[in-house]
């Protein structure tokens, strides 16, 4: 790097950090300038939430620098980073659901009050970046679009030179992603400086002035990723080309396996939705997608077919031809079904626990795991065969589920439910945060196991991922399920619309 020059607003130089003997990032440099969408690039563990947790003061780096408008700095809590003029919006919401949206945008305020001043200033800022929403509304009343808003304006009233946006399009439906795509514009005009990671390279290409790529915690390009494609920014993060999906023979779906009749169910929290007369039929040997907006009821769906919680109040659950309203995850599972939910750590794994431990969590209730007591060889054996068949990268010998990035745990959970070699699968959120390789490979393997005859079906926030996966889609808003529709006779427009209520969606599954 040259030193500062003219537009740059902050310098990472030379920025390591070490978590014990592992390496997160290693002599990292990075310039932001005003005026720009600079996008951070890379796979699950390339040391991508390490550096903004630097630059937003969470983490304190081994060694390097951070110098802002040409004057090195010391940034010891988000505190001190705000004063600096950087500001980061979080992938996963910082609201108090039952305060309003004024409340929760004074809350992290120096000395503020949600009094009239504030009003006028958060009012102001809204309408100068197309941020509108009601100041009084309590949030649990708003959709994941509007609470973003609250995110982007608690950031924007401290005048931030830099804006940090980790996943900002994660649970947003196409035309909420539109809208913050022009906010970003408007605010990349006003000349701030705005961090963009995202792995949907589609829109980094659509954004994005300038892209840094990590691998391995060093930054191994940049690019103008206008210029780049998809395939080709993604080859750059992980260092070799990602093959495209092959879907297999695909023959017709056969006998249902799971089959939900007129299910109602109450929600177990106050904020909790109704699930209300849903219909849905899963075939053998076929992928069903249920997309929708956060926060409609996918949550409350997962749990009343794994038989996690909520009370049915009416219907039926069915899984390979038995009943089910009153059973047991395990019994579920004794009937042929497996089931990965949204929550990798502390539902679907025990954190600090090894990954041969966690085997047990799920393999107990159907699988020869030692009697009467459990066989650890044999466990580490099949953790062992997850690792290797499912490429999960670990940093040393089954390590605690709390040490692997969020992509290689995915893995390692799907991995251990496919090798039970399920007749149903139900799998919440498959690549929720996680980078494009190891995504292909999670819905290569929910492809294979449809070819093999097992019935998948997937709850998805990712439109892309509904429509490039399943055999058919269907869309839950509010607690209620449209039809099923084939993927290939539906747009991805169409299905936008019935997310946000523009076409009806509440049709009882055909």
């Known amino acids: 790097m040259n030193g500062a020059g003219v537009g740059v607003v902050v310098e990472l130089k030379g920025i390591t950090k070490y978590f014990g003997a ?3 990032n290693a002599a990292v440099d990075l310039t932001l300038r005003s005026g720009e969408i600079h996008a951070l690039l890379g796979e699950n563990g390339a040391g991508k939430s390490t550096l903004v947790k630097i630059l937003y003061g969470l983490l304190a780096p081994d060694s390097g620098e951070i110098v802002i408008g040409g004057v090195p700095v010391t940034l010891e809590s988000p505190r001190a980073a705000r004063a600096h003029g ?17 409340e929760n945008i004074a809350i992290p305020l120096d000395g503020a009050i949600a009094n009239n001043a504030l009003r006028r200033k958060v009012s102001e800022k809204a309408a100068q970046f197309g941020l509108e929403i009601e100041l009084d509304r309590p949030v649990h009343t708003l959709s994941a679009g509007e609470r973003q808003r609250i ?9 931030p030179k830099v804006i940090i946006l980790d996943e900002p399009t994660s649970v947003l439906t196409p035309s909420e992603s539109e809208s913050l795509f022009v906010t970003l514009d408007k605010l990349k005009a006003e000349g701030a400086s705005i961090l963009f990671i995202s792995h949907k390279l589609e829109e980094v290409r659509r954004l994005c002035d300038r892209a840094t790529v990590l691998r391995g915690g060093r930054v ?7 210029r780049a494609t998809a395939k080709e920014l993604a080859t750059l993060m992980v ?5 495209d999906l092959n ?3 695909g023959g017709e779906p056969g006998a249902p396996m799971l089959v939900l009749d007129g299910l109602s169910v109450a929600p177990e929290t106050v904020h909790g939705i109704t699930l209300d007369g849903i219909d849905l039929v899963v075939r053998s040997g076929e992928i069903v997608a249920v997309a929708g ?7 409350e769906l997962y749990n009343a077919i794994s038989g996690e919680g909520g009370r ?6 069915s899984i390979a031809d038995r009943a089910m309203n009153r059973a047991s995850i395990n019994d579920r599972r004794k009937a042929g079904a497996a089931f990965v939910p949204e929550a990798r750590l502390g539902q679907a794994t025990l954190p600090q626990s090894p990954l041969s431990d966690n085997i047990v969590l799920s393999w107990h209730a159907t699988e020869t795991i030692g009697s009467p007591f459990i066989n650890r060889e044999r466990l580490e054996t099949v953790a062992q065969g997850i690792v290797r068949d499912f490429d999960v990268r670990i940093p040393r010998s089954d390590p605690v589920a709390a040490h692997l990035s969020g992509g290689n745990l995915q893995k390692y959970i799907v991995g251990r439910e496919v090798k039970r070699m399920p007749g149903l699968i139900v799998i919440d959120q498959p690549s929720w945060g996680v980078d494009a390789r190891a995504a292909r490979h999670i819905r290569q393997t929910l492809m294979d196991l449809a070819a093999q005859g097992t019935a998948v079906l997937v709850i998805t926030q990712d439109l892309d991922e509904a429509l490039s996966l399943a055999d058919s889609i269907v869309v839950m808003r509010k607690g209620r399920l449209s039809a099923a529709r084939p993927t290939r006779t539906v747009t991805r427009g169409e299905i936008g619309l019935m997310m946000t209520g523009g076409a009806r969606a509440t049709e009882g599954a055909s």
């Open 22 to 24: 592992l390496l997160a």
């Open 86 to 102: 950087i500001g980061m919006v979080f992938q996963h919401f910082s609201l108090f659901d039952e305060m309003s949206v004024i």
């Open 151 to 159: 995110e982007i304006l608690r950031a924007l009233i401290q005048e």
């Open 220 to 226: 191994v390009g940049a690019t103008d990723p206008r």
């Open 239 to 243: 260092g070799e080309g990602i093959a």
């Open 247 to 249: 879907p297999g023979a």
């Open 293 to 299: 907006v956060a926060g409609n009821g996918q949550s």
């Open 312 to 317: 049915i109040t009416g219907g039926t659950i």
